[in-house]
């Protein structure tokens, strides 16, 4: 297996003769040697390599060794004491894989805007800031596995192809091999679904959520982790329409030991991320977000608060700020509201819970006071909600009443129904947005920067 330059930072073979792979950074060229910055994506570091011109000509390095050249050199490792870098690279000769014009390489030594890379996505994953957020979003993926699976909890597979909304908020992507051009219609003129590939409606996911519960309800403890997508035209740097969410749900849990559930588990991958990641949060907070670091301590360290909604609507109304939307009991809370209640109120993460019950979907508990249910949302510095939440309805008649209320079609629903008819046990769970909680990891601001290639209303990065 090909060396990387992240196994030679942990034990230099100093003075072998070895072989790395890469791509140029940089290069600098005086009289006598070259040096050229090699990175291999395997750790933040670049590798110094020296080309003595006396072993491979000046010319050639000239018209070969550019910003993004890729290539594979040979040489011995020297240890370099009074150098920033602790060793360098003395090549004897290197192989150039391929070629990177530089009239027309996007990347060049200067730092370029998110916005421009964005325009990009095939190519930024080779500069340092993308390493770095690419790096965290895998190591951030396997903490998530390895707390649900030390807690007990079994990892499912919920489908991506679904008949039925979720959220209830008509954000669905339809699936159809129905001709465009020609859709064919019965004779009430509705389209004639018979003739679709699955014979009835389907759409993309927006959540593995109900099927979760079919299975939390024979499992005990599941978590469903996969990409979601909504049709969410709004264009804002914290909604994308195809996004990752973790989804566990818990038979035997109520509210409050699903908040409790909820914390851990983010104060636990907050913690993970900064004990694996050092170098690249270090990298990050000094290039885009200077309270990076002391933020995450923060979140770790001190109890989340934890605010009923009538309690957060209070406050809002006592908060003397002139919100651009209304803080009436009742209405919703906007990003302004939730961000006002963490960062200035709270100054730390804030659980919001026991939310009207207008405002939110049909699957949630209703409260014994007829107006509230009892869901909960977390609410982090910068980004707003982080995870959304609830306790579900468990008791049949409650859930097919308000089912009718809202003028659901019940067609697709009826395994969820089954569940409460068969053996039903109060149960709860919540989903985490992957992109939201990077975004409090990294420091970046707008989700499009923290999965390889976005999806977004209007554009596909
Ligand atoms: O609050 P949401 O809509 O909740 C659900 O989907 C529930 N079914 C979850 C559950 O109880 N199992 O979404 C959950 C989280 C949000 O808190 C947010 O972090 C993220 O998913 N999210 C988005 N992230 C990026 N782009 C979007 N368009 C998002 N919509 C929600
Ligand atoms: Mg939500």
């Not at 993308?130 to 919920?158: E, P």
């Not at 005990?220 to 914290?238: D, L």
């Not at 996004?243 to 849990?253: G, L, N, T």
């Not at 990050?284 to 990076?292: D, F, I, N, T, V």
Request: net charge negative; with cysteine; proline share 7%.
């Amino acid at each position: 297996m090909p060396l990387t330059i992240a196994e030679l930072y942990a034990s230099p073979p100093l003075g072998e003769l070895l072989t790395l792979h890469g791509w140029v950074r940089t290069r600098r060229t005086t009289r006598a040697v070259s040096f050229v910055e090699l990175q291999d994506g395997s750790t933040l570091k670049a590798l110094q390599v020296v080309l003595p011109h006396d072993k491979i000509p000046r010319q050639r390095i000239e018209a070969e060794l550019h910003t993004g050249a890729s290539l594979a050199v040979q040489g011995r490792l020297k240890p370099t004491p009074d150098r920033p870098q602790p060793f360098e690279l003395e090549a004897e000769s290197y192989t150039l894989y391929g070629a990177a014009d530089p009239e027309t390489y996007p990347l060049q030594k200067k730092a370029h805007s998110l916005e421009f890379l964005r325009e990009i996505t095939h190519l930024r994953p080779r500069t340092r800031t993308f390493q770095a957020i690419f790096r965290i979003r895998s190591g951030l993926s396997f903490a998530i596995h390895q707390y649900f699976q030390s807690h007990g909890f079994v990892y499912v597979h919920t489908p991506i192809l679904t008949p039925s909304d979720c959220e209830g908020a008509g954000q669905l992507f339809q699936v159809t091999t129905l001709p465009l051009l020609s859709v064919p219609k019965n004779e009430r003129g509705e389209v004639a679904y018979e003739e679709d590939f699955f014979k009835r409606p389907a759409y993309l996911t927006v959540s593995g959520q109900l099927e979760g519960e079919l299975l939390a309800t024979a499992l005990g403890k599941i978590y469903t982790f996969g990409p979601t997508f909504r049709a969410e035209p709004s264009h804002t740097p914290r909604h994308l329409a195809e996004f990752w969410m973790i989804e566990p749900e818990m038979a035997f849990y109520d509210l409050s030991m699903t908040m409790d559930l909820a914390e851990d588990f983010l104060k636990y991958l907050v913690r993970e991320v900064m004990e694996r990641f050092p170098e690249e949060l270090e990298f990050l907070s000094e290039r885009y977000e200077p309270a990076l670091l002391s933020e995450l301590r923060k979140a770790v360290e001190g109890d989340f608060l934890r605010l009923s909604y009538s309690e957060a609507i209070e406050i809002l109304q006592k908060s003397g700020k002139n919100f651009q939307f209304p803080t009436e009991w009742g209405s919703d809370l906007q990003a302004e509201h939730e961000r006002y209640l963490v960062e200035e109120y709270a100054q730390r993460p804030v659980i919001v819970y026991n939310y009207p019950k207008s405002i939110k979907a049909f699957y949630m508990r209703q409260n014994d006071d007829g107006q509230t249910v009892a869901a909960f949302d977390v609410l982090f510095p910068r980004i707003g909600e982080v995870i959304g939440g609830s306790q579900r309805e468990e008791r049949y008649d409650k859930l097919l009443q308000r089912m009718q209320e809202l003028g659901m079609d019940l067609t697709p629903y009826q395994a969820y129904l089954d569940i409460r008819r068969y053996g039903t046990v109060p149960h709860s769970g919540f989903g985490l947005g992957l992109e939201r909680l990077l975004l409090f990891l990294t420091g970046m601001t707008n989700v499009r920067d923290v999965i390889p290639f976005f999806r977004a209303a209007g554009q596909m990065g």
